[in-house]
Every structure is written in C-alpha cells, then in structure tokens.
C-alpha cells in the first residue's frame, strides 16, 4: 500500500479526502470543536487570576522598591472583581482566589474531557467507516487480484494514523488555536508593546530551540546511516565467510572485521551524542531567550514602564504558550503521518477490479457440453503462470491435475469462479465465454473447495453450509452432511452443526473444516466442482473416510480436480499433467504411466508416499 512519491499537496488532498468521512458524525464534530475552543478559556482566566493576586500580593510584602508599581500600573484594569478580590485582606481573599481557580480548574478538565471523548468517537465511527470500505474493497478485488499479504495489518496502521490525526484536529488543534489566541489578545490588553516583545522572545526560543533539534537530527541520521553501512559490510563478511575460509583470507578478513566493529561504535556513539547535543543546544538557546525577557522585564518594572502584573502574567503564559506551541507541532505531525496513511488507502480504495461483469450477462446453466480452456495466459505479480494453455474438460468428466506449482494450479482454479482473468485467451463454458457471464450465477453453478478452507467463526456449522443461501434448508445441511461424512464429527459436538465453531466456539479439527468446505460446494447442487484435494496428516480410516466423501461429491458431476494421492488421481477419466504453466501431457493415469517418462518420475517422486490405499 506504499504510493510513488507523490506531492505533498496530493497527499493532503487524499487526507481531506479521509477527513471527510468525519462528516457522517456531525454532532460529535461539531461539539468536538466547540468545547475543545471553550476548554482553553479556564486557563486564561486561572493564569490572569493567579497572576493578579501574586502581583498585588508581591507589591504589598515584598521589601525595597522594585514592585512598587504594583499590578495596575500597565494598561486599564480588566477585571475589577478580581482587583477586588486582590484588594481584600485576611484568609478571605486566599479562599475566594482558591475557590476562583479551582472552579476554572475543573471546568477546564470537564470541557477537555469531553471535548477529547466526542472527538474519540467521531475519528473511531471514521476509522470504522474507512476500515469497512477497505475489507469491501478486498472483497470485489477478489483473491487473486494484487492485494498486499498484510493487508489487514497495513488497513490498521492507515486507518490508526488517520484517526490520530483526526482526534488532533477535532481536540487539540481548536484547544490550542483558541489558547494561543486568548493568551495574546489579553497580553496585547494588558501591555501591547510588552506583550509584543513576549510573542517575539517566544518565537525566537521556539525557532531556535527548533533549529538545533534538526541540525542534532540531522547529523545523528547522517552518523545512523553510517552505522547501517558499516553493519551491513559485517554482515556481507559474515555470509562470505565460508569463502574466505576456503581461499585462506581469515587473517585479512579479521583486520577489516576488527577496523568495522571500531567505526560502528564510533558512529553509533557519534549518533547518540549529537542527538544529545541538539537537546541541549535547544535547551540552552530556549532557556537564554527567555533569561533576556525576564531581565528585560524587570528592568521595564523598574522604571515604572509597565506593571508586575503584566510581567507575571507573561511569564506564567510562558509555558502554556510553549504547550500550545507543542501541540500545534504535533497535529502537524500527525496530519504529515495521516497524509501518508490516506494516500496508501485512498490508492488502494481507488484500485479497480480486474474482473468486470458487462451488461446484459448470459446466466449460465448447468454444464452440459463442458469447460474449455483456449490458449490462457495468467501473470501475477510480475511472474507467468499460465502460458498458452489449452484443455477441455467434458460435461461430467473427472479431470485430475498434477505436476506444477501449487500457484500455478490455484491460477487455473480461480479462473473458473472468475476470481480472475486471462491475460489472453479464453474460457468457455457450453461454448460461451465466461466474460460473457454473469459472476454470482456463475459461482452458483460452481461448487468451490480450494485452501483455504474457510470455517467462518462465530458461526454454527449449518450456517457455514447454507452460507447464507435463503432457498436452503436445515434439512439440505443435514443431508448433505450425511453423504460427507461430517455429520461423523457434528455428533461429538455439544450442540450438534447447530454449535458455534472457530473464534469465540469450539475449534474444528482440520478434516472436518475440509469436509464443511466440500459440504457448503455441494449443498446448491452445481453441475461443476473445483476441487483441491487437502495436504492433511489423517488416520487411514480417516483417509477412507474422506476419499469415499470426495467420490461420492463427484458423483453426476463434472469435476475439476488439484489431486495430490494416486487413489484420487486413479479415480477421474484424464489426467493433465502440468509442467512450467502449459499443458506437458494428458490422457488416463494408465496410458501416462506406460508413455511419458516426465509423469512416471512426477509419480515415484512426489506420489510416491500415497501409493498405500491405491
């Protein structure tokens, strides 16, 4: 699900994209935002609450001169109760401003609280959302189409940073955005050109704190890739050693090992102390800026130019503003991470299916004539699997497979349940091609049993028969497990094939989850079977028993067979033998035994463990 360097406006439009999906909640959006933006307000407020009673407080106890001015010298007096307050004597006054504080306290955590839980839920009904297009996505792609081996690892860490950065976006940026705002604005009321050089000293702290965090960076990557480089080098000594031993280079060989180790452990310390530079470099830089401010406001209180309240308030604003600062860096960050994890899922979102169903689709009947495969080409990832490949297999034929690659069988298999498409050529089913046919009637008239053998959990073992199928019956299940045996294993369970089986029920031996495989292909009656035959360590009465069920599934059928032992193999009419995807020799397992040299050696070779029970 990786994309091919894309621009970073294409990227962010793709996350909109996803942020989109927001919008299917409204309401939690909406309140997300809004008290998110009110939850800043309370600190504002404690912050000139605290910095006003210290001021005055100061002012009346401290010794000398220097805060004579007090905490109304610098700009109008915006709060007259809390001057009131300031002004009172005795315990009064601490319990009001402790109670004042407390009270901007609490509806500052109820306000961030809930603020933080309606944007949870809006960004986990999106994640839920974009999960569920994905999986729907993998489902019309089908099996054999492209689709990644961790797909749904891959799905859970795209959706997982996206709903980082939408639950960023929804809490914490208005939060900080409004903070930012109502801290500036009431410094700017205060004492503006006081408050302009604060917003200035942070700037500067923060810029400069930035600018060495990324030179520290910087070089610790560029020491981190040496690293990589030299520890890559060892491991190429290493795999080469039995070469070196061989031509009598040990001693050369040790001296390059030796001169490695050392520049690793030079560039691994080279990397963790510039790491560790830059922080402190930022530390210092950050700490010296604000020195300077805090020098420069006293030296401003002292002449009288503006009032120890301001100083004070500014000065507490300090860390709240860096706070902010921070979290505006990180939903940076995390829409630079989201818009990334959008881009592999919008791509993957947007991939179009191989198999495509034309209007007007003929609706296939039972086979009657038979299957035909025409010079069929198949590619998959980049590798042929089938190359002009041609057979016909008879209305009510068997037909074994054999030699080859499992993919490359499973390849021919899917064709037919058109979970894919040829390249080139054709396939006919009764003389029509199968582009030509409907895709769920066509599998309707399939019976399907290839790995893997899907045991739906959660489910009952009938429910995993009928699969869904509104025109059978509990009495078709009951049936069709009588002629494959499986009933033989629903009995020992607690509630018969009413139990619920895999995740969250019981666990099914693999035989049985073979046999509800072959169970659920056969309960709709189709006139063709797909079949692979399983790669199971069994019992030899548990072999008889699976045999006889597999013949008894073929029985009236046409029958398309991945065989593996010769007792099954000895069963169907022809044998196709393949060998590099084409089609090296078919005919009765009699007449290939006495003619073809390639499948006497494929059968001592390969067949030769299952000739017991021929």
Known sequence: MEATNPSAESAQAIYRRAMRFVEFEPWPQRFAIVLSSLAAIPVVLAILVLSRTVSLWLDSTAPGNLFRHGGRHGGPVVWPLIDHLADESGPSQ?????????????????????????????????????????????????????LPDDLAPSLDRGVEAVQVALRRSLAGLPRAVTGLFLALATALVLSPWFALLSISATCLAWSLAKACLAVGRARSKAEERLLAESLGRLGKIVHDIPAIKAQGLESLARDIIDGELAASAAHQAAHRGFSTMGRAAAT????????????????????????????????????????WFLGLSRSREADRRASSAARGL???????????????????????????????????????????????????????????????KRALLGLVARLADPEKGEIRWDGISLKLCGIEPLRAA???????????????????????????????????????????????????????????????????AYLVALSRAIVGNPSLLVVEEPDLETSEDDRALLDDALLRAFEERTVLLAARTLRMIASCDTVVMIE?????????????????????????????GSLSGK
């Open 94 to 146: 601490l319990i009001a401003v402790v109670i004042m504080i407390a009270g901007l306290g609490f509806s500052w955590a109820i306000l961030y609280w809930l603020g933080e839980w309606f944007a949870g839920r809006a960004a986990a009904r999106t994640g839920e959302r974009l999960r569920l297009a994905g999986f729907h996505q993998a489902m019309r792609l089908g099996a054999l189409s492209p």
């Open 284 to 323: 210092l830089a950050a700490g010296g800026v604000l020195t300077g401010w805090l020098f420069a406001g006293f030296h401003l209180v002292e002449s009288g130019r503006i009032g120890l309240s301001d100083l004070v308030f500014l000065g507490m604003c300090q860390p709240a503003l860096a706070h």
């Open 346 to 408: 919008f791509q993957f979102l947007d991939q179009r299916g191989k198999v495509r169903q034309v209007p007007g689709a003929h609706s296939p009947g039972a086979l009657s004539q038979g299957l035909e495969f025409d010079h069929v080409n198949v590619r998959s990832a980049g590798k042929t699997l089938l190359h002009d490949f041609s057979m016909v297999v008879p209305a009510k034929a068997k037909v074994a497979l054999v030699g080859g690659t499992h993919q490359e």
């Open 446 to 512: 399939t019976g399907w049993v290839v790995a893997p053998f899907v045991v739906v959990g959660g489910s009952s073992v009938g429910e995993n028969i009928l699969a869904g199928r509104e025109k059978l019956t509990d009495a078709d299940a009951d049936a069709v497990s009588r002629a494959t045996h499986l009933d033989r294993f629903t009995r020992a369970l607690p509630e018969g094939k009413d139990t619920r089986v895999g995740h969250g029920g019981t666990e099914l031996p693999p035989i049985a």
């Open 580 to 608: 590099h995807g084409s089609v090296a020799a078919h005919g009765t397992h009699a007449d290939l035994m006495a003619k073809s040299a390639i499948y006497r050696d494929l059968v001592h070779r390969d067949l030769s």
